[in-house]
């Protein structure tokens, strides 16, 4: 059965600083993967995905995530993180179907 | 630019109260779907609808149902509502051309409390 894991709940990171958040994924197949992103009290807003061809994939607010087949990973990273980056991010993993499987977020915490 | 609605951002309803959560998009999507979020779970996928009047239960589909009488909304109704369903309700929808590639389009959410 597909499943998706993101181990850390909490990161803390200081305004500027690098970030990495991670993803596991558990597919038979190339998956089709996604990162979303939740700010407080709103709905969740599609950051990047893959599915197919260059394993390194940019997004918006300047994130980006490489898909690792070997590690089944798929980790979110920014150089240098903004106090508006405060938010609550979720990693998603998806087949040829429409229906997609969530990972149960990390919410990051942001230091002026 | 709003393209899926939910009609309530917050709601407060009584244990018992039969409840509807609407909500619509304006994309011409075929797929439309309703998670709940809860702290520490993520989104739990409650029904999705891959077409009008068609319906397929997800994960945790004990206690709701669902109405998709026109493509553009897709409605979550609690029978009888408990306090265990007191959750943030987030609708979404997803077109079938792309074969799943490009995501979901979320509305806003709807923060439920039953008291």
């Known amino acids: 059965a597909q499943s998706v894991t993101q181990p850390d709940i909490h990161i803390t990171v200081s305004e500027g600083a690098s970030l990495e958040l991670r993803c596991n994924y558990s597919y038979g197949a190339t998956p089709y993967l996604f990162w979303y992103v939740q700010s407080p009290g709103q709905g969740l807003q599609l950051l990047l995905k893959y599915f197919s061809g260059d394993t390194l994939v940019q997004g918006i607010k300047g994130f980006e995530a490489e898909f690792k087949r070997s590690q089944s990973s798929f980790n979110l990273r920014k150089p240098s993180v903004h106090w508006s980056d405060a938010a609550e991010y979720f990693c998603?993993?998806?087949?040829?179907?429409?229906?997609?499987?969530f990972g149960t977020g990390t919410r990051l915490k942001v230091l002026a | 630019d709003v393209k899926v609605t939910q009609s309530s951002r917050y709601l407060v309803k009584r244990t018992g109260e039969k409840v509807f959560l609407e909500c619509v998009q304006d994309?011409?999507?075929?797929?439309m779907f309703w998670y709940r979020q809860d702290p520490g779970l993520g989104l739990r996928l409650i029904y999705f609808?891959?077409?009008?009047?068609?319906?397929e239960k997800g994960d945790i589909p004990e206690g709701y149902s669902v109405s998709r009488e026109k493509k553009e909304r897709f409605s979550l109704i609690l029978e009888s509502a408990s306090t265990n369903q007191t959750s943030m309700y987030l609708c979404a929808s997803s077109p079938n051309y792309d074969r799943g590639t490009n995501g979901y389009t979320f509305g806003s959410g709807t923060r439920l409390t039953v008291v």
């Open positions: 609808s891959y077409d009008v009047k068609m319906k």
């Open positions: 998603a993993v998806g087949s040829g179907t429409y229906k997609y499987i």
């Open positions: 994309m011409d999507h075929e797929n």
